[in-house]
């Protein structure tokens, strides 16, 4: 973790892009605490936030863009067969699938604040062919959302990030695992009603 704080405080903005824009594509890089690093060197001077906005949110569009025309282009044929050097498995596939049938394509928007869940929403939906303009409208609006609110957490809590970070993590599953609850019990009173019509 501490080559990617280096890496990031050398290179700065195009770090960010490029963490962002690989991170999103599914390679093991820590996005949410990249982008509250980000935001406390903004509270300390080093970064100017329009600009670590932009560059945070052009790494997400191109990252999540990416995602949607691969799967797009390439299908599950080629997922299912390289998946596994980007941490993408059936499994993976199978369960975003469902998150579709459920809520579709306000997966995009609100995937992005799910592990594990937002480098796979775009393949899906570039799977099954989703018109670009529905994509960009949830997708790209769920990353400027995604990119202002944690840059905002490091900047406002400043030299407390690290804990902040850990926090926010936390606090992630715990809103994930509810979420999960919450829809499956929706899932089910839905699935009841349709068999007694």
Excluded at 150 to 169: I, K, M, P, Q
Aim: hydrophobic share 50%; net charge positive; glycine share 10%.
């Amino acid at each position: 973790m501490d080559w990617l704080f280096e890496w990031l405080s050398q290179y700065g903005y195009i770090g960010l892009f490029a963490g962002l824009l690989f991170g999103i594509l599914g390679l093991p890089i820590p996005d949410e605490t990249l982008l509250v690093f980000c935001g406390y060197l903004i509270y300390r001077g080093r970064l100017d936030f329009t600009t670590t906005f932009l560059a945070g949110f052009a790494g997400s569009l191109c990252g999540i863009t990416l995602s949607f025309y691969l799967g797009r282009t390439l299908g599950r044929a080629v997922v299912h067969r390289y998946g596994k050097y980007i941490r993408l498995t059936p499994e993976h596939l199978e369960r975003v699938d469902r998150w579709f049938e459920r809520i579709g394509a306000w997966s995009l928007s609100i995937g992005y604040f799910v592990p594990g869940i937002r480098h796979f929403t775009a393949l899906v939906a570039g799977m099954g062919h989703m018109r670009y303009f529905t994509f960009a409208l949830f997708a790209y609006s769920g990353a400027a959302v995604w990119v202002a609110l944690f840059l905002t957490l490091g900047y406002l809590f400043g030299d407390r990030w690290e804990n902040t970070s850990a926090l926010v993590h936390r606090y992630t599953l715990i809103a994930t695992a509810v979420a999960a609850v919450i829809l499956a019990i929706v899932w089910l009173y839905r699935r009841r009603l349709r068999r007694r019509q």
